[in-house]
């Protein structure tokens, strides 16, 4: 019986020991596609919620105002009827999102508190825009005050949990017509 408990308890140990290692060498590699997973589906829900991209609930034109490394516009994302505020930008490595919804009926509606969230991580853009902005003929825009001109935005997010590891950062990208500006 002592045979049979100590070969069961080195056999566990074995295993234990082995499944620990696993995780330990192949961490990195798990993070990293964790994290560009998360910013897939950040991304992915980023571009429908651009396309989405309309008037305001008091008739203010789709796009508020760009830049290389923010976007921000009205659209509704909860199907209410209603155009919310929302605005994509970065705050350290994360990609957020802020939205603020309208209260129907007031003058200026969109006095609310912005609610933030995180729709990626680990992004480390550094000097690449997040945003580029096309018009309609699909030429880049080079100046950020040509709100009315926009038509067309494309994304680039750079994903790396480590910079000091490799491999190197992933660069996902995606792009959005706007389908309700005219």
């Known amino acids: ?100 919804f309208p209260v129907v009926g007031a003058s200026n509606p969109y006095t609310g508190v912005e609610a933030i969230a995180t729709t990626s991580e680990y992004v480390r853009n550094g000097s690449t825009a997040l945003f580029q902005y096309y018009d309609q003929a699909g030429a880049l825009l080079s100046s950020y005050t040509a709100i009315d001109d926009v038509r067309f935005v494309a994304a680039t997010l750079v994903v790396d949990v480590d910079v000091n590891r490799e491999p190197d950062a992933v660069t996902l990208r995606s792009s959005a017509a706007l389908r309700n500006i005219e």
């Open 1 to 100: 019986m002592t045979v049979w408990i100590s070969v069961l308890i080195a056999t566990m140990l074995a295993l234990s020991s082995s499944i620990l290692y696993f995780y330990r060498t192949n961490r990195f590699g798990i993070d990293q596609a964790s994290a560009i997973s998360s910013a897939q589906r950040g991304m992915d829900g980023m571009v429908r919620t651009m396309r989405e991209a309309a008037y305001s609930a008091n008739g203010a034109y789709p796009i508020r105002s760009l830049s290389a490394m923010q976007f921000s516009f009205y659209a509704d994302i909860n199907n209410d009827g209603y155009a919310e505020q929302v605005r994509y930008f970065f705050e350290g490595t994360a990609l957020k999102q802020g939205v603020i």
